[in-house]
C-alpha cells in the first residue's frame, strides 16, 4: 500500500473532524488542520505535482524548517508515487547540490530566503534536473521568470479529489541522505513498506491505549530518519503532530503546546537533568533534603512500576508529595503533560533515565540507524533495564558478529545505497544481514547494549582500547560542558577538547566576580581552567585510569554545523575536528 494513503484516508474517514496537525502562525498563535482539511490540502498538493509532470518514480526534495507545509509536500510526493528527498535546512549550497545532482530532483520545496537563493543560483546553473523550485512562505521574495512559485499559488487551481498511486511493499518512498560523521552522503532508500512495517511492530511493541489523543512535537529536523518516522507513525495512529520551525524556541513552545510525546536526542535530556541538578545544589539545606526525598520517594516507585509489582498505600501518599512539591515543577517546564520520549542518535547515562524514571517520564531509549527505518530495538515501557537500548521490535532480527558488531534483518533494513551498489555490497554480510557498523552486546535477558562505533574504537600507544562515545556522554552529562572531544589513537593517553556551556560558564563569571573581555581570553584564564579540571576529575573518578582524559583544552566556541564539524543531528565529526585543530592538539601533547 501506499505510505500516504495508509495515513490519509483511514483517518479521514474516520475522524474526519478531529485535529491532525497544528503549527504556529505568526502574529496568531498556534491553529490547527482537520484531518479533513489537511488531506484535502495533501490532495490538492498531489493533483498539482501531477499537473506539473511529476510522475511516478520521480524524485522531488524539501529543503526547510520543520512546517505543516514539509509534510503536506512530503505525503503529496509520495500519494503520487514519486520519491521524496529530504535535505537539511542547515546544509549550504555546495551540500544542497550534490543531493540535488546525485538524486536526480526535479523539483524541491524550499522554505526561507537562504534556501530559495541557494536553490536559484543551483538552478540557473542548470547542471542538475532541477526544473522548478516552490515555496512554502510569501515572506520570501522570489523570481517567477526562474520556475519559481510559492506553494499557496501552486495548489490554489488543484482539485481537493485524489486517487492514490498504487505501490508495492518494496517500491522506493524516499531518498534519505546520511549526515555522515565520515565520507561522502549516500542516499538511503527506505520503501512504503519498511515505514508501514516498522510503523505495525511498534503499536505491537508498546500496545498504547486511547494513542489518538497523544499529541507530539516535532522539533528534531523532519529531515531525519527519527523525527520523520515517528511523526509519520504518529499521524499514521491517528494522533496530533505540531511542527516547531526553530528548535531554539522549544522551551517556550512545550509550554504552550503542551505535548503528551516527543523525539529527542540525548542532549536535550542530558541539559534538563543537569539543569534540575545544578539548581538543587544551589538550593537551602532544607531544600536539598526535601529533594533527595523526593529523587528517592520517586526512584522507588518507579522501580516497582518497572518490574509490574504493586505500590504501597503508603509509597503512593509520600510519591504525591513529592510530585507535589518537586516533580511538578520540573514537568511544568516541559509543559506538564510529557510522559513519552523515544529518545535515539546516540547513548544516553543510566542515570539519566532513571532521573527521568522517577519524575514520571518515561524516556524510550532505543537504538536505529536512518538504514533501519530508525528503530530496531526499543526500551517497552516496563520490565526494561537501564543503560540498555531495549529489546528488538517484532520483526526485528539482531546478532553480534566479528568485532562485537551488531547486525540486523527485518522489515525496517533499507533497499540499498542509491545508485552506489558496490557500497551497498560492503553493509551486507554474504548471508543477507546488515552490516552496522556499532558494537554491542545482549545480556542474559535479551536487552542489547551499545559499546560504540568500531570504526570510533581508538587504540593508545599503549595497546589499550578506548571507546569515547561513552566517555564523551559521561562528560556533557554535566551542564558546564556542551560539547566534547576525545583523542586517544596512537597517544600514550587521552586528551579532549571540550566546548564549555557558554551560559552556565557566564553565570560562574558573575557569581565569582570575573570580569567578562571575550571567551578566547576566558577560557585561557588559570582559575577557568582550574575549575574545569577539577569537574573533569570528579566526572571519572569512576573510569580505569587509562580511560581518563588526562589534558585538555577549552574552545572558545562551539563546534557548528555550518563549518562542517558536527552534523545536522548534532553529532561531532570527528576527523573534521581532528584536522582542523590538529596544532591544538599536537599542543596538549
Not at 549550504?92 to 530566503?113: A, H, P, R, W, Y
Not at 518537586?326 to 544516553?348: D, H, N, Q, T, Y
Not at 544481514?433 to 536487552?447: M, V
Not at 571575550?518 to 575549575?531: G, H, L, M, P, R
Request: proline share 3%; with cysteine.
Amino acid at each position: 500500500m501506499n505510505l500516504a494513503e495508509a495515513i490519509i484516508r483511514k483517518n479521514v474517514e474516520k475522524h474526519p473532524l478531529k485535529s491532525a496537525v497544528g503549527f504556529k502562525k505568526k502574529d496568531s498563535g498556534w491553529k490547527e488542520l482537520s484531518w479533513n482539511k489537511f488531506g484535502e490540502i495533501v490532495y490538492k498538493t498531489a493533483n498539482a505535482l501531477k499537473s506539473s509532470g511529476i510522475v511516478e518514480n520521480d524524485k522531488v526534495a524539501i529543503y526547510a524548517d520543520n512546517s505543516a507545509e514539509w509534510m503536506i509536500f512530503d505525503l503529496a510526493v509520495l500519494s503520487v508515487g514519486a520519491i521524496t528527498v529530504p535535505i537539511y535546512s542547515t546544509n549550504n549550497g555546495e551540500q544542497t547540490e550534490f543531493i540535488l545532482t546525485d538524486s536526480g530532483s526535479k523539483m524541491i520545496l524550499v522554505g526561507n530566503q537562504s534556501q530559495y537563493d541557494a536553490c536559484l543560483e543551483i538552478l540557473q546553473k542548470q547542471n542538475t534536473q532541477l526544473a522548478t523550485i516552490i515555496v512554502s512562505k510569501k515572506a520570501v521574495w522570489i523570481k517567477k521568470e526562474f520556475s519559481s512559485v510559492y506553494l499557496e499559488d501552486f495548489i490554489a487551481k488543484s482539485s481537493p479529489k485524489f486517487d492514490f498511486t498504487n505501490k508495492e511493499n518494496d517500491d522506493t518512498a524516499t531518498l534519505i541522505y546520511t549526515s555522515g560523521t565520515t565520507g561522502t552522503p549516500k542516499g538511503v532508500m527506505l520503501s512504503h513498506g519498511n515505514f508501514i512495517k516498522a510503523f505495525d511492530a511498534h503499536f505491537d511493541y508498546f500496545q498504547f491505549r486511547n494513542f489518538e489523543e497523544e499529541l507530539s512535537l516535532a522539533f528534531l529536523p523532519l529531515t531525519h530518519v527519527f523525527e520523520r518516522s515517528w511523526s509519520l507513525l504518529c499521524l499514521y495512529g491517528g494522533a496530533r503532530v505540531y511542527f516547531l520551525e526553530d528548535p531554539k524556541d522549544i522551551a517556550k513552545t512545550l509550554e504552550e503546546v503542551k505535548p503528551t510525546m516527543m523525539c529527542a536526542v540525548p542532549r536535550f535530556f542530558q541539559k534538563i537533568y543537569a539543569g534540575v541538578l545544578e539548581k538543587a545544589e544551589e538550593g537551602s539545606s532544607l531544600k536539598k533534603k526535601i529533594f533527595s526525598w523526593a529523587l528517592e520517594t520517586g526512584w522507588q516507585t518507579a522501580e516497582l512500576r518497572r518490574n509490574e509489582k504493586a505500590i504501597p498505600f503508603g509509597l503512593k501518599i509520600k510519591e504525591t508529595f513529592a510530585d507535589l512539591l518537586v516533580f511538578s515543577k520540573i514537568k511544568e517546564k516541559m509543559g506538564g503533560r510529557l510522559w513519552f520520549l523515544p529518545c535515539g542518535g546516540a547513548s544516553l547515562s543510566p542515570e539519566v533515565t532513571r532521573f527521568f524514571e522517577s519524575i514520571g517520564i518515561h524516556v524510550t531509549v532505543g537504538y536505529g540507524l536512518t538504514e533501519t527505518t530508525a528503530t530496531l530495538t526499543a526500551l517497552p515501557l516496563t520490565r526494561f533495564e537501564h543503560g540498555s537500548c531495549g529489546q528488538p521490535l517484532p520483526g526485528v532480527e539482531i546478532r553480534i558478529g566479528e568485532q562485537n558488531e551488531i547486525q540486523a534483518k527485518g522489515n525496517g533494513i533499507m533497499k540499498g545505497y542509491y545508485n552506489k551498489a558496490e557500497e551497498t555490497e560492503k553493509v551486507f554480510t554474504d548471508d543477507g544481514w546488515f552490516k552496522t557498523g556499532d558494537a554491542g552486546r545482549f545480556d542474559e535477558y535479551g536487552n542489547l547494549f551499545i559499546t560504540d562505533r568500531i570504526k570510533d574504537l581508538m587504540k593508545t600507544s599503549n595497546g589499550k582500547y578506548i571507546a569515547p562515545q561513552q566517555i564523551e556522554n559521561l562528560l556533557t552529562n554535566n551542564n558546564f560542558i556542551q560539547q566534547i572531544t576525545l583523542i586517544a589513537e596512537g597517544r600514550q593517553f587521552v586528551s579532549a577538547l571540550i566546548v564549555p556551556n557558554f551560559e552556565f560558564l557566564k553565570e560562574f563569571l558573575k557569581k565569582n566576580g570575573i570580569s567578562f573581555t571575550n571567551w578566547e581570553e576566558i577560557v585561557s584564564k588559570k582559575e577557568i581552567v582550574d575549575f574545569y579540571k577539577v569537574k573533569v576529575k570528579e566526572l571519572q573518578s569512576h573510569l580505569s585510569d587509562f580511560e581518563k582524559v588526562k589534558k585538555f583544552t577549552l574552545m572558545p566556541a562551539e563546534f557548528e554545523i555550518g563549518s562542517g564539524e558536527i552534523t545536522p543531528t548534532l553529532k561531532v565529526k570527528r576527523n573534521v575536528v581532528l584536522k582542523k585543530y590538529a596544532d591544538i592538539i599536537e599542543k596538549m601533547y
